[in-house]
């Protein structure tokens, strides 16, 4: 081993002095000659950092790194020789205390301070490898019956303010960085704190008592009655469904509560089993054969029994393994409640039952679109000829032959009769459109002033051209699977009788007379009608039963003996998405037709047969077609927002009529609803006005 010149110059003075040996002032230390082999005593006061780490470098073979910042003095003081391993755990805690760290990094060992070495990277505590007190490791530590966020309080004191501790959550760990004596201490102190608690959940089944209202009971009890000797609390939660007390913390707590709830799971006296349960959405009258259905299956002991035979009254009385289920359902309507008495298992049921289906349905707002457009044109253009007997002196009209045509489809043959009979005074017979005529006056024999006949002709022109666009949006509002019926008519008479009696003759009169006539009629909606039902399936689809009818009552038609109307009906079930647009169906008609009417003979003749033929054609054209928007309202907020909608677009039209420069009816007296906000602040029994501010300035 190489020993340095100062180290020799030490040991020489003092071998000369016969005292111990010690280090000098340069801060180097060598093995004195009286020390056992292997063996060296370290003794360094004020001496610099870098020479130690180079001493000990020496003895213990190992290769250091120097940072930049490892600087300062350092003091040693040994009383007895040490081996190499001794020394170099001697050297890790001199760095400690100089706030430096040894990071081992392959062949080669790295000095830095100790901020940065925890940031640098630590060994770990494996077992595998023994690690010196004063070394910096990193440990994760598992925490198997606590949590690992409730160690960090209670360690983070015991730990210096370089060391590092972390929880994490995930995997319910504690992560360590710090020296291995103080890491290797804060694992036993874990362990001792990581120890399986007496702390249990207990479930305890009532028998007679509701669960709910046991648990509110029981939780108003004072905290110093339901702590155990270690101080930790139990708590109490009830399981509705089960109607089971569950129980958690300390065992002496939960054995005092569980002696309280024996206490109170007891029978009531009589008139205890009756209750009275008040409905909030459901009709109470509409559950009782539901609920009597369901006590007929039920035993009294709360158990599945099987259904009554057929035949057997609802409700009535029936045995099972806990004794006689006597069972009474009754609805009071005016409270909308239901006046239960039954066993305390089976009215469990029964509540429970009854909390599943009291419960708030959707609605649906349903809106049809009902566009009807229609086109109608027709022409007619026709020549009437007639001829008539003269009138005689006496202004009658004279006997002779009388002729002419009279075409179908036209009314002009009666009024160019009247005209060529009795002159001017018949124009009003004369037909629709235009009407071109000649009256030729009487013919008169040579020699003769009695006419002979009278000569007309008249030529008609008629051209017509109609049409119309309807448009009906009538909308619903009704509940999931509940039918709803708007209807927008008029109640028309139709005739569906009549009758008539012969009465005798009786002073005089006529046998035979008819007598005390009367008609039956029936009075049947001409107009629109929505029926529908909806049915909201899981999710945002609607399925409607819908069966719509349009009827409107049709102009006269020859040879009808009544009112004809016009009916269009669409009955069918479709499937659509929450506020969408469906067409249900529709119909497009369109239909044209000429007619030709004429003298036989004549009506063939080229050019002329013009004048002895009626022509008329007529087209129509028309398109109807429903659609259907369905829209779900879920909640009141979704209700109130569809409601303001449609109310204040009845109040904006209501206010442009009152804006209306030529009513002649004043705007203070034409009808006006008051505006929604003003509305919905109205005072009411169950919600006061509220307080109105007072003017500044005013007392």
């Not at 000095?111 to 994760?140: C, F, K, R, W, Y």
């Not at 029978?267 to 559950?287: E, F, I, M, S």
């Given at each position: ?8 110059l030490i040991?020489?003075f ?14 180097t ?7 056992p ?30 940072g ?55 060994a ?107 101080g ?10 089960t ?71 609802p ?12 069972v ?8 909308n ?39 109608q044109?027709?022409s007619?253009?026709?020549?009437q000829?007639?001829f ?8 009658n ?31 009003s ?45 009538p ?11 708007i ?9 569906t ?7 005798a ?107 002895f ?48 420069p ?38």
């Amino acid at each position: 081993m190489r020993i340095p010149t100062v180290a020799l110059l030490i040991l020489f003075f003092g071998a000369f002095a016969a005292f111990p040996v010690i280090a000098a002032q340069s801060g180097t230390a060598a093995p004195a000659a009286a020390n056992p082999p292997g063996t060296h005593t370290l003794n360094l006061k004020d001496a610099d950092i870098q020479a130690l780490i180079a001493t000990v470098s020496e003895i213990t073979g190992k290769n250091f790194i120097l940072g930049p910042n490892v600087q300062g003095k350092v003091t040693v003081v040994s009383a007895r020789p040490m081996k190499p391993d001794e020394i170099y755990d001697v050297f890790l805690s001199v760095l400690r205390v100089h706030g430096f760290a040894a990071i081992p990094s392959g062949s080669m060992i790295k000095i830095v301070p100790e901020a940065m070495a925890q940031q640098d990277g630590s060994a770990a505590l494996d077992g595998s490898n023994a690690h010196a007190p004063d070394e910096l490791v990193t440990q994760v530590v598992t925490v198997k019956h606590l949590s690992a966020a409730e160690l960090v309080p209670i360690l983070r004191p015991l730990m210096p303010q370089g060391g590092q501790l972390i929880a994490h959550g995930s995997s319910n760990s504690l992560v360590i960085s710090d020296r291995a004596g103080n890491v290797q201490r804060l694992i036993g102190i874990i362990q001792r704190i990581d120890t399986v608690s007496d702390t249990d959940v207990e479930v305890i089944p009532l028998a007679h008592a509701s669960a709910a209202e046991l648990a509110r009971t029981m939780t108003q009890l004072a905290d110093n009655k339901t702590n155990d000797a270690s101080g930790e609390q139990a708590k109490i939660f009830a399981d509705e469904r089960t109607n089971s007390i569950m129980l958690t913390g300390g065992k002496n707590a939960r054995l005092r509560l569980r002696a309280l709830i024996a206490h109170l799971d007891t029978p009531l006296n009589n008139g205890g089993d009756t209750q009275v349960v008040y409905l909030h959405y459901a009709n109470a009258k509409d559950l009782v054969p539901i609920l009597q259905g369901v006590a007929s299956t039920v035993g009294g002991d709360g158990s599945s029994k099987p259904i009554a035979a057929a035949g057997a009254a609802p409700g009535a009385a029936a045995s099972s393994g806990g004794g006689p289920n006597n069972v009474t359902i009754q609805a009071h309507e005016p409270t909308n409640a239901l006046v239960i008495s039954a066993p305390p298992a089976v009215f469990r049921a029964l509540q429970a039952v009854i909390r599943q289906l009291d419960i708030r349905r959707p609605q649906v707002l349903i809106e049809a679109v009902i566009a009807e457009v229609s086109d109608q044109a027709s022409s007619q253009i026709g020549v009437q000829w007639q001829f008539s007997p003269g009138t005689n002196k006496n202004g009658n009209l004279a006997s002779g032959i009388i002729g002419g045509t009279n075409l179908p489809g036209t009314t002009a043959a009666n009024g160019i009769l009247a005209v060529t009979a009795g002159g001017l005074t018949g124009l009003s017979n004369l037909g629709q459109g235009l009407n071109l005529g000649y009256i030729g006056g009487a013919v008169t024999l040579p020699g003769s002033t009695t006419p002979i006949i009278q000569l007309g002709a008249l030529i008609q022109a008629l051209k017509g051209d109609a049409k119309s666009n309807v448009l009906s949006t009538p909308s619903i509002l009704t509940l999931d699977n509940q039918e709803a019926v708007i209807k927008v008519a008029q109640e028309v008479p139709f005739i569906t009788g009549n009758y008539t009696t012969n009465t005798a003759s009786t002073g005089g009169a006529t046998a035979g007379q008819i007598g005390n006539p009367f008609q039956t009629i029936q009075r049947k909606d001409v107009g629109l009608t929505l029926t529908v039902t909806p049915h909201i399936n899981e999710g945002d689809s609607v399925r409607l039963d819908i069966h719509q009818e349009v009827s409107n009552i049709a102009p006269p038609v020859q040879g009808a003996v009544d009112i004809v109307t016009n009916k269009r009906e669409i009955q069918t079930s479709v499937l659509i998405l929450d506020n969408s647009l469906l067409v249900l169906g529709g119909l497009l008609d369109n239909q044209a037709s000429d007619s030709v009417q004429g003298v036989p003979g004549l009506a063939d003749i080229p050019v002329l047969g013009n004048l002895f033929r009626t022509r008329s054609n007529s087209r129509t054209k028309s398109s109807l077609m429903v659609f259907l928007h369905p829209k779900i309202l879920r909640d009141a907020a979704t209700e109130a927002a569809v409601s303001s909608e449609k109310y204040n677009y009845i109040r904006t039209e209501q206010l442009q009529m009152q804006n209306n420069p030529a009513a002649l009816t004043p705007r203070n007296q034409q009808p006006l609803i008051p505006d929604s906000y003003d509305l919905l602040m109205q005072p009411s029994a169950s919600q006061p006005a509220p307080p109105v501010p007072k003017a500044k300035g005013k007392q």
